[in-house]
């Protein structure tokens, strides 16, 4: 038998007109259902959260903050408790994933435009920062709010069905670049950058799982754009570039979230404003968007999305109205809400845990 747990990060401060206090967890049973098990508070913006690849530890970066936590988790309760915490992290750390051999975290700082490498203790605690941050330079976006210097916003590894590689992808909103970054055995670093359009605001990117292809959501343009990846020399090409939003609606909107289906046919991007999903279907041959539609996100301000661990739910969380709504994917691949929905205070990140008992 096995049991899911979900991990719900947030937002808690005045400034954030935040109602959340901390990391909750809940059950995640067969029928769809979520039984809430622990919210651990107080913490300060526990705002993107992951699991360690031995699933044994969760680590969250404290959003407008400068630093990241570590906590163990209880396998067979899912509970989590606090490691410890480490500083150095660049200031707001929005972003944060693991080195290929799992000895690293590594963190995006959006507002002070670098990359950090944090070695993980063997019993999962985090240690002082080995490495000097990788630092992206360049000349702003046109946007004059926000867009004033480098925001990193995202680092995945880049990981597909076909490659597993040392390089992170990091869509940079305030210079209008994506970047291939790696750090090398001796501590020093490769950087590969190449602009996207101006002003498109780069924020997050999804892999295709078979096709040497990302796709980014660019925040300020609410566009997606198809890149070519080289994983062998960490070059990237912008392709193709499409709205998210549909061509009647003029009102202010930004694009946030994205994910993928592992078979590659769909893609699946939040648009806070127009206070939607967009379901992008995918050709099989070229990977490239063929067509888009639009669900409602059933709530305000949808940060975040993902697929759950059967990709037979999507779940969004919407910021601003404090809900997390359950939608089913079936053979058309657009979301259908269920009617199941978790209150919690101002979520902005789910992740799950499935553990043997």
Not at 198 to 217: D, I, K, N, Q, T
Not at 303 to 317: N, S
Request: some cysteine; aromatic content about 8%.
């Amino acid at each position: 038998m096995k049991r899911t747990f979900a991990y719900i990060g947030c937002r808690t401060t005045r400034e954030r007109n935040a109602q959340g206090t901390g990391i909750s967890v809940f059950e995640v049973h067969s029928n769809g259902i979520w039984t809430h098990i622990q919210t651990l508070a107080p913490l300060v913006n526990p705002s993107f959260l992951a699991i360690h690849p031995d699933r044994k530890t969760l680590y969250t970066v404290h959003g407008d903050n400068e630093s990241a936590s570590a906590f163990r988790i209880d396998p067979s309760t899912g509970q989590i408790s606090f490691l410890n915490s480490q500083s150095g992290v660049g200031r707001n750390p929005v972003h944060l994933s693991f080195s290929r051999d799992g000895e690293a975290l590594i963190i995006a700082g959006y507002a002070t435009g670098d990359a950090t490498r944090i070695p993980i203790s063997p019993d999962g605690s985090l240690k002082n920062p080995a490495t000097p941050s990788i630092t992206f330079d360049g000349a702003p976006g046109p946007h004059r709010v926000e867009q004033k210097a480098s925001h990193p916003h995202h680092i995945p590894r880049y990981v597909t069905s076909v490659c597993d590689s040392t390089w992170h992808i990091v869509p940079d909103k305030g210079l209008d670049t994506v970047s291939a970054v790696r750090w090398l055995d001796d501590g020093t670093s490769v950087v590969h950058s190449r602009h996207a359009r101006e002003g498109a605001g780069p924020r997050h990117v999804a892999f295709h799982p078979s096709l040497p292809l990302l796709y980014v959501v660019n925040e300020l343009h609410s566009t997606l754009t198809t890149w070519s990846f080289d994983p062998a020399s960490g070059a990237l090409e912008p392709l193709h570039t499409s709205s998210v939003i549909p061509p009647n609606y003029h009102d202010l909107t930004r694009a946030a979230a994205i994910a993928i289906a592992t078979d590659g046919r769909s893609l699946y991007v939040t648009n806070r404003g127009h206070d939607s999903i967009s379901t992008i279907t995918l050709d099989e041959k070229s990977g490239y968007p063929i067509f888009v539609e639009w669900t409602p996100s059933q709530g305000k301000f949808p940060r975040f999305l993902c697929l759950g661990p059967d990709e037979k739910t999507l779940y969004v969380a919407n910021e601003n109205s404090h809900l997390i709504v359950q939608f089913e994917i079936g053979e058309s691949r657009v979301p259908k809400p269920t009617g199941r929905t978790v209150s919690t205070g101002s979520p902005v990140c789910i992740v799950f845990n499935t553990v043997d008992v």
